[in-house]
C-alpha cells in the first residue's frame, strides 16, 4: 500500500513558475514509476509527466515539454514537478500517482489505468 499527498499548489501569473512536491509514504517506493496528471476543470484527466523509480527515464506531454520538468529523491521518498512558463491552459487540479510496474514504456506510463494509487490532488490556477 503506498500513500501519496501533494503540496505545492497556488495560484500564480502566467509565467510564472510553481513547484510541487508528491511525499509517498510505504515500501519500494524507490521501484514504483511515478507519473503527474492534471484535470482541467470540466475535462478528463490528462497525463503530464512521468518517471521511472531509478530516475533514469522520464516523460513528457507535448503541452508541458521544455517548460515542465519531473524528478525525485528515493531517500526523502518525494517526487517533484517544478513548472515553469506556467500558462492559463495550465490551471487544473495536479494529482501524483504511483504503478507498481517497473520502467515502462511512454504507452503504458502515460496510462491512468496503469496506476494503482493516487494523491488526493493539489489546485493550480494560473492567471492572465
Known amino acids: 500500500q503506498v500513500q501519496l499527498e501533494e503540496s505545492g499548489g497556488g495560484l500564480v501569473q502566467a509565467g510564472g513558475s510553481l513547484r510541487l512536491s508528491c511525499a509517498a509514504s510505504?515500501?519500494?517506493?524507490?521501484?514504483?514509476?511515478m507519473g503527474w496528471f492534471r484535470q482541467p476543470p470540466g475535462k478528463e484527466r490528462e497525463f503530464v509527466a512521468a518517471?521511472?523509480?531509478?530516475?533514469?527515464?522520464?516523460y513528457y506531454a507535448d503541452s508541458v515539454k521544455g517548460r515542465f520538468t519531473v524528478s525525485r529523491d528515493n531517500v526523502k521518498m518525494t517526487v517533484y514537478l517544478q513548472m515553469n512558463s506556467l500558462k492559463p491552459k495550465d490551471t487544473a487540479v495536479y494529482y501524483c500517482?504511483?504503478?507498481?510496474?517497473?520502467?515502462?514504456?511512454?504507452?503504458?506510463?502515460?496510462?491512468?489505468?496503469?496506476?494503482?494509487?493516487w494523491g488526493q490532488g493539489t489546485q493550480v490556477t494560473v492567471s492572465s
Open positions: 500517482a504511483a504503478s507498481p510496474t517497473m520502467q515502462s514504456p511512454r504507452s503504458l506510463i502515460s496510462n491512468v489505468y496503469e496506476y494503482s494509487w
Open positions: 510505504g515500501r519500494s517506493f524507490s521501484t514504483y514509476d
Open positions: 518517471i521511472w523509480g531509478s530516475g533514469t527515464s522520464t
